[in-house]
Structure formats: structure tokens, C-alpha cells
């Protein structure tokens, strides 16, 4: 069954409202941990990417909190109605570029003389330590990725080595935690390098753009449910109409 066809009156949020979006999401009570607006746009990617269907109400929240906690009852209504209105209009924009065209822009932060990579403030391990210049750009967005991943593991459990090989590729991305996922690193590096920026950006949205196509038909599979036809007697009208019994019609 074909994707269903997205809306073409929805808007895509501006830079002023992304920024805006992030202050919004910095927002959140404490303690709960949301995510920035550049690891929210990752981890929309991964939600519609799985393959099943996830609505809003299941996702929503763990954009305000890692662990999924729910927000207290005294949120301020008007704040969650806004950060949610933005949220959803960038989940629907994203939905609609990836079944029109295959693409998508994803908001990527680039990091200059101007603006630098700024180290934890509290001091702890730098979570960029290691990666290339590329991957340190990418790497917020990545993570925000694996973070829909984590949260809904039907994407990662694919028995599809498709599936897995794309994931590798974007987790290129992240920092190698043991030897087997360097020497992954290690092997895209030489087989598929990355020069540029541009070129990492180009990657990852086809990857993604990959994913959306492995996963279409089981996301948007409808099981055909079957239905008993009713039992007609030997001796009762043919329901075809023909006015005869049905054991001198169609069930002769």
C-alpha cells in the first residue's frame, strides 16, 4: 500500500522560529533533560523512519525528556501548546519532503573560527573527543537519531542487513565505544570517505532517505482482515437474487 500522500499546505518552520524552537525546548522544567532543537530534528528522523507507525502522543515524550518522563501538571499551557505546535509542524514538514522528494534539509549546526566547538561546562569527558571535523558537525543530529532508535528499537531489531549498513553509516558519526565499532569507522573511512562537510550532509540524508524506502511497506502495511460470508441455507433465497434457492443457484 502506498504511503499516504502528505499535505501540501504544511509549512516548514523558518530559521527565526528553529531558534526560537530551541529556546522553547531549553525551557522544559527541570529535571527533566530535553532535547535541543538540533538533536529534535534527528530524532524525528528516526521516528518516521521506523517501521511501524508511531503517533505523537507516543514520541512527544522523549523530545522533553530522555527517559520519557512525562511533564509535571502544572506545565505552563500556553508554553507546551507552542513548543508542541513548532514540533509537530517540523515532524509534518520532514514526513511530507521524504514522500514527495526523497530529501530533506536537516539542521545541522557548523561550527567556525566564530563559532567554536565549545567544550562540557562542567567539565567532564568531551563526548567530541576523536571525531573528525565532519562527524563533530554531525554528530548532535546523529545522536538525536539514535535516540528515536533507543527509544523505539523496531528499526535497530530488523532482521535486514540493508537496514544495519545504513545504520552504520550514520553512526560513523558517533563516538567508537569499543573495538568493533572503530573498526567499522575505520572501514567506511577507507571504503567511503568524507571530504567535505557538504558530502557528509549529502550522506546522511540519502541514508535516511534509504531507510524511509526499507521501511515504507511494513510502515504503512493495512492486514487484510477476513470476514466469514454469512451461511445460507440449502433451502433459503440465493443471495445473489436470482429469486431461486440457493441449492438450485449458486449452490447447486
Not at 133 to 139: D, G, Y
Not at 206 to 231: G, H
Amino acid at each position: 500500500m502506498p504511503a499516504p500522500a502528505a499535505s501540501a499546505t504544511v509549512h516548514d518552520l523558518t530559521d527565526a522560529e528553529f531558534a526560537e524552537l530551541d529556546d522553547l525546548l531549553a525551557a522544559t522544567p527541570e529535571p527533566l533533560e530535553p532535547c535541543d532543537a538540533v538533536m529534535l530534528d534527528g530524532f524525528l528522523c528516526g521516528v518516521l523512519v521506523q517501521p511501524v507507525l508511531l503517533d505523537a502522543a507516543t514520541w512527544l515524550p522523549h523530545v522533553f525528556d530522555f527517559e520519557g518522563q512525562p511533564l509535571p501538571d502544572d506545565v505552563d499551557a500556553a508554553w507546551l501548546a507552542h513548543t508542541q505546535s513548532l514540533i509537530l509542524r517540523r515532524h509534518a514538514a520532514l514526513n511530507r519532503a521524504m514522500v514527495e522528494d526523497g530529501w530533506f534539509n536537516p539542521l545541522i549546526l557548523e561550527f567556525d573560527d566564530e563559532h567554536p566547538l565549545q567544550p562540557p561546562a562542567d567539565g567532564g569527558p568531551d563526548p567530541m573527543a576523536g571525531l573528525s571535523p565532519v562527524s563533530q558537525a554531525l554528530m548532535p543530529w546523529v545522536a538525536g537519531f539514535q535516540h528515536a532508535t533507543l527509544c523505539f528499537p523496531d528499526l535497530a531489531e530488523l532482521p535486514d542487513d540493508a537496514v544495519m549498513s545504513a545504520l552504520a553509516r550514520l553512526y560513523r558519526h558517533l563516538p567508537a565505544e569499543t573495538d568493533e565499532e572503530r573498526e567499522v569507522v575505520a572501514t567506511l573511512d577507507r571504503e567511503h570517505p568524507l571530504a567535505t562537510l557538504d558530502d557528509a550532509i549529502e550522506e546522511l540524508v540519502v541514508t535516511v532517505a534509504d531507510l524511509s524506502d526499507l521501511t515504507r511497506d511494513s510502515r504503512y502495511k493495512v492486514d487484510t482482515v477476513k470476514r466469514e460470508t454469512p451461511k445460507v441455507g440449502r433451502n433459503d433465497p440465493c443471495p445473489c437474487g436470482s429469486g431461486k434457492k440457493y441449492k438450485h443457484c449458486h449452490g447447486a
